[in-house]
């Protein structure tokens, strides 16, 4: 799978759990409710696994704004109730409903 085959999967599901746009997720919005929901994207794209620069690049962003973008949504998943279960929604939605 390429990055923007990739990029074309997760997107769709994590903009309907935000209810934000494709154009705000690859936008460079610093509004926390978008870079959380670009944070989940980068994570999701990071397991998948592509490197950091491959990322980046669709992004016009420097690899390391993708390595802190995933390292802080993992923080924020140990604690943070809410983010993990609107993690888990998007891998839902990927996967159909169906839990993996």
Do not use: C, Q
Request: charged share 35%; glycine share 6%.
């Amino acid at each position: 799978m390429t990055i923007k085959e990739a990029i074309d999967k997760t997107l769709p599901a994590v903009s309907e759990e935000y209810n934000v746009t494709r154009e705000e997720l690859m936008g460079r919005s610093r509004v926390y409710h978008l870079s959380e929901a670009r944070f989940v994207l980068w994570k999701f794209l990071r397991d998948a696994p592509f490197g950091l620069v491959k990322i980046s690049k669709p992004f016009g962003r420097d690899h390391t704004t993708i390595k802190h973008g995933v390292r802080r949504i993992t923080e924020v998943m140990e604690y943070d109730r809410h983010v993990r279960e609107r993690f888990e929604n998007v891998k839902l939605r990927m996967n159909g409903g169906k839990n993996d």
